[in-house]
């Protein structure tokens, strides 16, 4: 199937919006730089996500150096990320782990609830605040950022190939919110990997991703179906979940290309 080799790199700094597509990125402990360290909160505190609002997938986020921009229908807004947030420090859960976070500014809250209909605020999670990823799977004792359970996600292109082939209507990557995605190889060979470097930067895949129902969220009009996971049921569920996609935690910092060689072992 070919060599394999890092065709796309993708982060989400705010966790649940759209995706931004990067040429290269710095590896960091908790996931690539900026990637998931702002999340939307609603008035209880808990995090909030495309499930529960599938309209997140409208919000299109860019950035330019410390510039993140963030785009809703006519609207924008602005935020520099290398400005420390305004707000007081407010402790929130993601899943089962309890993160401090502080509001980016109440100007940025009133900005996506308005545009969300929902009360909501945007907060970030500084670098040095914790949140170790599951012990049963770390290797020096990680931490991770706001994104589900693990800093990285890595998903073969001959994977979603061989889900498309099932499909009736073939769906984009996109769907799975991947940071990497690599060519060559075979159909879900990456749950299958260990240890493997892209370029000079050592990786260890700790456990296949089990998938939920922002899957089901079409990324460019935030409507629901039932693709792919009931496609995926038939034949990549486990033990009462469905499986697409490798959980990855980096053992080196440096930098990755789009166009770098993965090796394995």
């Known amino acids: 199937m070919g060599d394999l080799r890092l065709k796309e790199i993708w982060i989400y700094p705010i966790k649940s919006l759209g995706g931004i597509r990067l040429s290269s990125s710095s590896v960091m402990e908790k996931g690539l730089r900026l990637d998931r360290r702002w999340m939307l909160i609603d008035e209880h505190d808990t995090f909030m996500t495309?499930?529960?609002?599938?309209?997140?997938?409208?919000?299109?986020?860019?950035?330019?150096?410390?510039?993140l921009t963030v785009?809703?229908?006519?609207?924008?807004?602005?935020?520099?990320?290398?400005f420390p947030a305004e707000g007081e420090p407010a402790k929130t859960k993601v899943w089962d782990d309890e993160v401090e976070v502080i509001e980016v500014s109440r100007a940025s809250s009133d900005w996506f609830s308005e545009r969300l209909g929902a009360n909501c605020k945007l907060v970030s999670f500084p670098e040095e605040n914790g949140r170790p990823v599951n012990p049963k799977y770390e290797i020096n004792q990680e931490q991770v950022?706001?994104?589900d359970g693990y800093p990285f996600l890595i998903i073969g292109e001959e994977s979603l190939a061989d889900l498309n082939a099932r499909l009736k209507q073939p769906?984009?990557?996109?769907?799975?919110?991947?940071?990497l995605v690599?060519?060559?190889?075979?159909?879900?060979?990456?749950?299958m990997w260990r240890n493997f470097r892209i370029g000079n930067n050592r990786f260890v895949g700790v456990k296949p991703c089990s998938r939920c129902a922002i899957t089901t969220v079409n990324q460019d009009t935030a409507e629901?179906?039932?693709e792919p996971l009931a496609t995926l049921a038939t034949y990549r569920k486990r033990d009462g979940k469905v499986y697409f996609g490798q959980n990855v935690i980096a053992i080196d910092h440096g930098k990755i290309f789009e166009g770098d060689e993965i090796v394995l072992g």
Do not use: W, Y
């Open 224 to 226: 629901k179906g039932i």
């Open 71 to 82: 785009n809703f229908e006519q609207s924008s807004t602005c935020l520099n990320v290398d």
């Open 171 to 179: 769906l984009p990557m996109n769907r799975f919110r991947p940071n």
């Open 50 to 67: 495309q499930r529960g609002h599938p309209r997140m997938a409208l919000f299109k986020v860019g950035v330019d150096g410390s510039q």
């Open 145 to 147: 950022s706001l994104a």
């Open 182 to 191: 690599f060519s060559g190889g075979n159909a879900f060979e990456e749950n």
